[in-house]
């Protein structure tokens, strides 16, 4: 029966029509960037598995595990699979052709390349061949933002009006800035009004909460749904979520460059938590509708630590004493954003990159579809017991980071971290067992 409520949130019959036509695009398929994203969670648990030891003093002391352990689940993880899948995806719900497999070798090469320009120079105190690196990435992030705004511009309006190819344009012009004050922070000193530590906040926002954030909130708009088998709750908050976040995003980059966090960025926080609270309600509901699985409750949960750093900032921009030192609290809150949201996430994304994609003109796939969710079987590799004892470990390895000045932090810190590698490490394996698993159909079925 059609939706005929005026006040019913829910889409319409024909919107729901509408929505399904717009993912009738070329076929996803795997890309070196995809193999990358996931060997880069690989070198990840390592990293973390050594600083993990070192805070024990059973390994020596090395002053760049962390911010490497962080920006190889980041810039490298995550980057990776968004720069292997968001043209895809693009492309797939405009009704575009993507680019090439030439462009997607060269950009490849070009792009991990620069990685390890950038990382050697940051990590060895090299400052040219960290411009070098940086300045590449700068560039073929440019590239990713006019392949998606080529694709908008050949597109009929309908289709390119959809707030997910909107968030999809936001996600690398917001990572441009944010590269850009990189520039600022590890090579050049840049003078602001926020000083370095106000330059690091805005470079924090932009790649974390603008890049990431909004290509993951616009990719999970689409593919939730499908992760529970049901349809989107309501595509009219998720309409009225893009403004907000299209507006947040600026003042909480612009902000803390300009040492205006009491104005300009607590504008911005607030609406982009505003059009955040909208997103999550959204999914939630639509969990709520569907058949649960262990890989959707794991996203799921996962959307409310972004909102951690969110939840301290009103105590740090207004001055408002916690008797917990800013440095610990920032500390705590980028647990909390990378490994207790960007983690989870790229994890069970690459999870369904190593079961779904087949290799361009492959002659099998292990979904029996064509998209990123299977449509036959869904892999995952955590359960409800497994997300609970993921979360409650970031919990408590957050709190060790706000009271690291005491005796018990220690044990937070260890169990919490013994928590986290060991379901990290599963969940790695299970990605080689289903990736496996679809290399061995593919070859049944050749034969």
């Known amino acids: 029966m059609a939706n005929t409520d005026p006040c019913d949130p829910r889409p319409s019959d024909s919107e729901h029509r509408s929505t399904r036509r717009t993912a009738d695009g070329p076929t996803l398929t795997l890309t070196p960037f995809h193999v990358a994203g996931i060997a880069f969670l690989f070198v990840g648990f390592a990293l973390a598995l050594y600083q993990g030891l070192q805070a024990f003093e059973l390994v020596p002391q090395v002053s760049w595990i962390t911010w490497t352990h962080i920006h190889f689940v980041t810039i490298g993880a995550f980057t990776q699979l968004l720069f292997g899948t968001l043209p895809q995806l693009t492309a797939r719900k405009l009704g575009q052709p993507g680019p090439s497999e030439t ?18 120079g940051r990590a060895f105190g090299e400052p040219l061949w960290f ?40 996600s690398p012009f917001v990572y441009l800035i944010g590269l850009t004050f990189a520039f600022g922070l590890y090579s050049h000193g840049w003078d602001v009004p926020g000083g370095w530590y106000g330059l690091r906040e805005s470079h924090v926002h932009a790649n974390a909460w603008g890049f990431l954030g909004l290509a993951a909130i616009g990719t999970l708009y689409d593919l939730f749904p499908r992760l529970v088998d049901a349809e989107l709750y309501s595509d009219r908050l998720k309409r009225y979520s893009f403004p907000l976040f299209a507006l947040g995003i600026v003042p909480l980059v612009v902000g803390p460059v300009l040492g205006m966090g009491k104005t300009v960025t607590a504008i911005g926080l607030v609406l982009y938590a505003a059009g955040y609270v909208l997103y999550i309600y959204t999914l939630a509901q639509t969990y709520r509708a569907g058949t649960p699985s262990g890989t ?9 630590w972004i909102l951690g750093p969110a939840s301290f900032a009103p105590f740090v921009l207004f001055g408002m004493p916690l008797g917990i030192p800013d440095p610990w609290i920032e500390t705590g809150a980028l647990h909390f954003l990378f490994i207790g949201w960007a983690l989870p996430i790229a994890l069970a994304g690459s999870l369904l990159v190593a079961y779904t994609l087949e290799w361009p003109h492959g002659t099998a796939r292990g979904d029996g579809g064509d998209g990123l969710v299977p449509a036959k079987r869904l892999p995952s590799a955590v359960g409800p017991k ?25 044990l937070l810190h260890g169990s919490g971290f ?24 593919t070859s049944s079925t050749r034969v």
Do not use: C
């Open 386 to 410: 497994s997300v609970l004892a993921w979360n409650l470990a970031v919990l408590a390895v957050g709190i060790g980071f706000f009271y690291q000045d005491q005796s018990w932090s220690a």
């Open 131 to 170: 411009d070098i690196g940086l300045g590449t990435i700068w560039l073929l992030t440019g590239w990713l933002f006019a392949v998606v705004l080529l694709m908008v511009h050949r597109s009929d309006g309908g289709r390119a009006r959809d707030p997910t190819i909107g968030l999809y344009l936001l």
């Open 418 to 441: 013994t928590v986290l590698l060991s379901l990290w490490g599963y969940y790695l394996l299970k990605i080689v067992e289903q990736r496996w698993s679809v290399r061995t159909q």
């Open 296 to 304: 959707a409750l794991s996203v799921l949960v996962a959307q409310l």
């Open 103 to 120: 462009a997607i070798k060269a950009v490849f090469l070009g792009l991990n390349g620069a990685v390890l320009l950038a990382w050697y």
